[in-house]
């Protein structure tokens, strides 16, 4: 078995590309996602190191040292910072020239050979599902012979290896709780609308829905959702407990955590008895009586993509939902306490001057506590970017992210310039937040927990500074 090394590489400030990756941007306000995918390959090989550099604020200067300890390194890339993971392979390599490098993430996964080839240094490429290709890696397997990957063969040309089978018992994964524990320091990840410290898990891989936009589902964990025993979760987050009594909230990044309503609900039922306090992402359809479920056994947050507040747009999208289900649904959250983070996406295919406004007086009818707000992504491997592709959507062949981190509005329509959608996120932020109503509520929040205050307060001066120096066209 080759000691391999797990790198969530140093990019730039603020950006956390090595989380579950649908938004690869830097953030309105500080936040970390767990390196969840890396960590479940640190569980999986022996003598293996998980670092998280972003996280922990490294520098490519702070973990160059570890390339002559390692035979395997494997880089997490993504779309917006490949040219930087490149160069961090090169360091590697020119540290140890015996060092095999490989890739992983949604990114190379959908462009393979491009990917290999963009640096000599990178020797191989782990398509789609990789816990298993790179185990095939580590412990030696010729790379012909293993499936899922993408290589340089003898004579040079790129070889690709037949698809790997996605995972269907996933309750044969080990649980990634002791490597967080070894390797990572729980402080370090932060989201403003969990409470601190957190633990991040996935229980299930996969999406049943088919939006256009998502990167996940189209990419790497497939449109089925495939998910671990709600026995195999109890005990996990059993497990979990017990190595991190710090822990304040535990949160489950499936990508659609309630797909299985009756598996969620047994699931709740069973961490219920633990006493714990956790969250999970979610769709806007949950029934009342499960969300009744769900907030007696400890649920305090759903994270919620509501996308559009235009049922058009939803139905470009392929959102898969009405309206009228997702007000409903909040109803019963704001009845039932259950607190909600809503996600909103501007500049979807359908989008107007008008249905920002729309989208706009939706996001303050449903009323999330907190929100965020981003333009849309076409990601690689996705349906929303063939369609830029083959409609000219696309404002400038520039990439997703400026110089400075932020995000770039990449889509323009003939009747919304990419401009429009730059200045409308702001704008969006400003009319949501900047009201009586929800400045009194978030006073409130404050007003009754003394971290709560403190949080508000650093957030509150990171999204000033967010509104300051986020302009149209500046780079850094």
Known sequence: MKKSLFLNPPSLEGFDGGAGARFQAKREVRSFWYPTWLGQLAALVPESKLVDAPAHGQTLEDILPLAKDFELLVIYASAATFASEVKVAEAFKAANPNLMIGMVGAHVATVPEPSLLASPVIDFI?????????????????????????????????????????I?????????SPIY???LNVEDYFIGYLKHPYLSLYTGRGCRSKCTFCLWPQTIGGRSYRARSPASVIAEVTQARELFP??????????????????VEE???????????WSCNAKANIPRKTLEVLKANGLRVLLVGYESGVQQILNNIRKGLRLDIMRQFAKDCHELGIIVHGTFIIGLPGETRETIQQTLAFAKEVNPRTLQVSMAAPYPGTELFNQAIENGWFQKDEGLLRQDGWQMAALHYPHLSSEEIFTAVADFYKAFYFRPSKIGEILLEMIQDWDMMKRRLREGVEFFQFLRTRKPGAEC
């Open 168 to 176: 269907t018992d996933m309750d044969a994964l080990p649980f990634v």
């Open 181 to 183: 524990r070894r390797d």
């Open 246 to 263: 710090e822990v304040k909230e535990f949160f489950f990044d499936d990508d659609t955590f309630t797909d299985d309503i009756e598996r």
């Open 267 to 277: 699931i709740a039922r069973g961490i219920g008895k633990l006493g714990i306090t």
């Open 126 to 166: 782990a398509r789609n599902e990789f816990d298993y290709t790179i185990v095939d890696v580590a412990e030696g397997k010729p790379f012909a012979e293993i499936d899922g990957l993408t290589f340089r063969g003898p004579d040079g040309a790129v070889v690709n290896t037949k698809d790997r089978a996605l």
